[in-house]
Each structure stands twice: as structure tokens, then as C-alpha cells.
């Protein structure tokens, strides 16, 4: 435990002296990577619930990050514009506002996703939750009213008052906050009764069964909370570029977050984290080296899972405690 705590501190430090060092050597561009890292390890968290505890490989991920992202594009064109949305609801730029209506869309659609999608189990489970995803891919890209094809740009960034979201430092900040909330609320939800549960559904259902617990309602709630998370990170993300399009929906996407999810190591609190830093400088570093940066993410993937199946963090802070 010891071990683990101090792989912990380290991994946090690290990840918050990053965007500092952006500012101390003049790089801003390193803001921008480092909120990425904070918004892909945040959309991980989400993952993280389903796959790392309830054993549940989603492959339509992509489909709650797109979500969160067009609830913030249009909130934030509306208010631009000053024209109502439907039943004369106003737009808005007001973050808290803006983020809220992408958590709730989020788990909404998670909902109604998971309502079905956990009917089914093994590679039917993953195919139906990638078909969703791209069901949502080819309805944004065929609807005109916020670009299409084109995708739909934020006019500024979703302001919270008192701070200045315009600037790189203060943005990554805030991206770096809702991270470490949702990693606080993942290590209670992973310590609860509830967490509990959530472990037995993915090993016995029988077991589960026994003791008066419906598995099917486990993973659902799971499911919900996953959306919702995944959701709020698809916002910052469109907060981040000041852009949104189909391609979130993608299911590279969902592969990205998987990939994330298993390199960092499955079930472990900083695995997200751990998993999108590494990403994110393979994609920047071997990305200005090779456009073909992807087959070595493949190599080093193919290791860990032959090697390391703990992921890094197994590594770094030894086995997990749980399944």
C-alpha cells in the first residue's frame, strides 16, 4: 500500500508540474497537451467504471464523449447567436451550466443505451454499443443545422466567472480538477457496497443473484455514471479546441480510450491518468516522426498485454488488491 501511495504522489505531481513547465520555458503548446491528457484521462475514468470494475468492454464509448461535446457546441452557439432552442430554452456559455446539461444528456443516453446494450454480453455486448456509436456518427454528420460533416465551432470557451478560461494555464487547471474529482468518486464508488458488486457481477452473477442483488440493475447504474463522466470530458474537450465534429464519435475514439485504459493498467485509480500521458506523448513525439506513430502505440500495447498485463501502473505500484 505504502508503494502504491507513493506511485500515486508521484504520478499527480508529475501531471500538475507538466503544464508549469509549459509556462516556465515559453512552450504553450504544451498547455494544450497537458489539458488533453487531463480530459483523455478523465473520459478513461468513465471507461474505467465499466471496464476496470464491472468487466464490461464498451466499444461505443465515443458515443458519450460526442454527446457531452455537441451538448456544449450548440449550448455555446446559441448563446453566441441569441437564439432559442427548442420551447424557447435560451443558449448559454456559462460553464457549470454548460457542463451539467452534457453530464445529464450523457447519462440519459447511457441510459437508454445501456438498457439495451446490457441484455447481451461478450462480442455482442461490444458490437451493439459500437453500433450505437456510429448510428450517432452518420446522425451528426447528416445534420445540417450544426455543420454536418463539417462539424460546429465554439465561438469562445464556456466561461467560469472569476477566471479566465481563455488562458492555456487556467484552463488545464480546471480540466486537471474535474479529473482528480472524478478519480476521488471512482475510489469511493470502487470501495463501496456498490463497488463491491459491481466486482462480483463481472465474475459470478450467480453469486450476485444469491445475495438479492440484480446484476443487470448493477451494471446499468455503472453504466449510467460511466456516460455521465465520459460526457463531461467530451464538453471540455470541445472547450479545448473550440471545435466539435462527428469524428468524436468515432470508434477509433473508443479504441483510444481502451488503449488508454490497458496501458495504464484496468481497474487502477491512476490508470487513466497514467495510460493518457503516455498516449498523448507517443501521439505528439512519434507523431512529428512518422505519420505511422499508431504501429508502435500497437507494439507497445501487444507488450503490455503480453508482458505487463497490470498495465504501468501494475509496474509502478505493484499487483491490484482487487479482481
Given at each position: 500500500m505504502k508503494r502504491e501511495t507513493l506511485a500515486n504522489a508521484l504520478i499527480v505531481v508529475v501531471s500538475l508540474a507538466f503544464p508549469v513547465f509549459a509556462i516556465v520555458t515559453g512552450e504553450a503548446f504544451y498547455l494544450t497537451l497537458s489539458a488533453r491528457i487531463a480530459i483523455l484521462a478523465l473520459a478513461g475514468v468513465g471507461l474505467n467504471i465499466v471496464l476496470g470494475l464491472g468487466g464490461l468492454v464498451s466499444f461505443g464509448h465515443a458515443a458519450f464523449f460526442g454527446i457531452g461535446g455537441y451538448v456544449a457546441g450548440?449550448?455555446?452557439?446559441?448563446?453566441?447567436?441569441?437564439?432559442?432552442?427548442?420551447?424557447?430554452?435560451?443558449?448559454?456559455?456559462?460553464?457549470?451550466?454548460?457542463?451539467?446539461?452534457?453530464?445529464?444528456?450523457?447519462?440519459?443516453?447511457?441510459?437508454?443505451?445501456g438498457t439495451v446494450s446490457l441484455k447481451t454480453s461478450g462480442a455482442y455486448f461490444i458490437m451493439i454499443t459500437l453500433a450505437f456509436a456510429q448510428m450517432l456518427f452518420y446522425f451528426t454528420f447528416s445534420w445540417p443545422a450544426y455543420g454536418g460533416e463539417d462539424g460546429l465551432s465554439l465561438f469562445n470557451r464556456n466561461r467560469i466567472p472569476g477566471l479566465d478560461m481563455e488562458d492555456g494555464l487556467t484552463f488545464a487547471f480546471v480540466c486537471f480538477a474535474l479529473l482528480f474529482t472524478a478519480l476521488f468518486l471512482f475510489s469511493r464508488l470502487r470501495g463501496s457496497r456498490f463497488g463491491a458488486a459491481l466486482l462480483t457481477s463481472r465474475q459470478s452473477d450467480v453469486r450476485?443473484?444469491?445475495v438479492g442483488i440484480d446484476p443487470f440493475r448493477v451494471r446499468l447504474v455503472a453504466f449510467v455514471l460511466s456516460g455521465l463522466i465520459t460526457a463531461l470530458a467530451g464538453a471540455l474537450y470541445a472547450d479545448l479546441n473550440r471545435f466539435i465534429s462527428p469524428a468524436t464519435f468515432a470508434w477509433t475514439l473508443s479504441g483510444d480510450l481502451i488503449v488508454i485504459i490497458i496501458i495504464g493498467g484496468v481497474g487502477r485509480l491512476l490508470g487513466p491518468l497514467v495510460g493518457a500521458m503516455l498516449f498523448v506523448a507517443l501521439e505528439h513525439y512519434l507523431g512529428g516522426i512518422t505519420e505511422r506513430w499508431q504501429f508502435f502505440l500497437g507494439l507497445i500495447l501487444l507488450c503490455v498485454v503480453l508482458f505487463a498485463r497490470g498495465g504501468v501502473m501494475n509496474a509502478l505500484a505493484g499487483r491490484a488488491q482487487h479482481g
Open positions: 450548440i449550448l455555446n452557439t446559441h448563446a453566441f447567436n441569441s437564439e432559442p432552442l427548442l420551447l424557447g430554452v435560451p443558449g448559454t456559455d456559462l460553464a457549470v451550466v454548460v457542463w451539467t446539461a452534457a453530464a445529464l444528456f450523457g447519462s440519459f443516453f447511457a441510459f437508454l443505451i450476485l443473484s444469491a
